[in-house]
Structures are given as C-alpha cells and as structure tokens.
C-alpha cells in the first residue's frame, strides 16, 4: 500500500475504504508537524492544529480538483489554518496587552539563542524562527521540505514572481541576521 500515489489512495477514499486515509496522514503528518511548530512556536498547539487540518482535509477530499499536487493542496490547508491562528493569538495578546506597555529587546533575545544553541544547523534555524512568518515559511518549504517556487506560491496563494521576491527578500533578511552576530567567524 506504500506504493500508492496519493491520487489513488484519494480515489479509494471516495469509494469508501475511509482508512486509507491514514496512508495521507503517515505521509505528510511529519512535514505538516514541523511547518506547524515553525510558525506557531508551540508543539502542543501544533498537534491541535495538525489534527485540525487533517479533519479539514478528509472533509474536503471531494472539492480536491487535482490541478495541483495532493501535498501542496494539504500544505496550503496547514498555512492557511496556521495563519488564522497566529492571527487569533496576537488578537488575544494586543486585548490582554492593552494597558501593558511591552519592552522587549530583540537583541538580547538573538544573543540568548546563539548563547543556548550546540551546533550550526540549530542555530540557523532558530534565527530562521526570528524571521516574519512569511519569510520563514518560504525558506522552510523550499529548503527543507524541498517543494519547487510554483508549490511554495500555491500553498501561500502568491504568485510565482512574488515568490520568488519573498525567497530573495527572506535569504537576504537570514544573512543579514547572522552577519550581524558575526556568525560567519563561528563557523571557520
């Protein structure tokens, strides 16, 4: 069953065999997981949300048209629930904020990070977690998860040149992050 395209499982999906959906979820939980702790920087709710848009997604088989890859037809289901919910948090954080003035200093954030970390890749990825959520994302999906520039413009519902803008953009705000903590010594 491994050997299955996701088409042809989502095809013996809808003629009724409902535990094939678990073929989907084995495929794409891990990727989905990780995208979703990226962006809401909490695993706990990165599992709520995951469950979430598994259940929106076998709700939705049928609207599944196949103009586009199963996994970035999920993934922009995962960015898209993803992005209601980092927007439902900073609603809620402003209103409890309201009468609290908030002084936090990015700098001593980044130091504390680099100060914590053990080893490069851990490291960039945490300066990774420091860029806006756009940014990050492009940079996650393109260079880890490995999807093309016209996947990526998919799930974020972009258009491939402002892809393409967003990915030059976030290379460039990563480089700047780690040249100002004089990252590139560290590694020689």
Known sequence: MKNLTDI????????????????????YKDKAFSLLSRILKNEMDAEEVLQDCFLKAYSSLNNFRQDAKFSTWFYRIVYNTALTVVGA????????MSSIEDHYDLEDKDN???????????YIMKMIDQ?????????????????????????????????????????????????????????L
Do not use: C
């Open 112 to 122: 504390k990070i680099y100060a914590e970390t053990d080893n490069a890749k851990e």
């Open 8 to 27: 042809e499982i989502i095809e013996s999906i809808k003629r009724g065999n409902e535990a094939d959906f678990s073929l989907l979820i084995d495929r």
């Open 89 to 96: 948090k900073k609603r809620q954080t402003e209103k409890q």
């Open 131 to 187: 860029l806006p959520i756009k940014s990050a994302l492009v940079i996650i999906l393109y260079y880890l998860d490995g999807l093309s520039l016209s996947e990526i413009g998919n799930v974020m519902g972009l258009s491939l040149v402002n892809t393409k803008v967003i990915l030059h953009r976030s290379r460039n705000a990563l480089k700047d992050l780690l040249l100002k903590h004089n990252y590139h010594e560290e590694m």
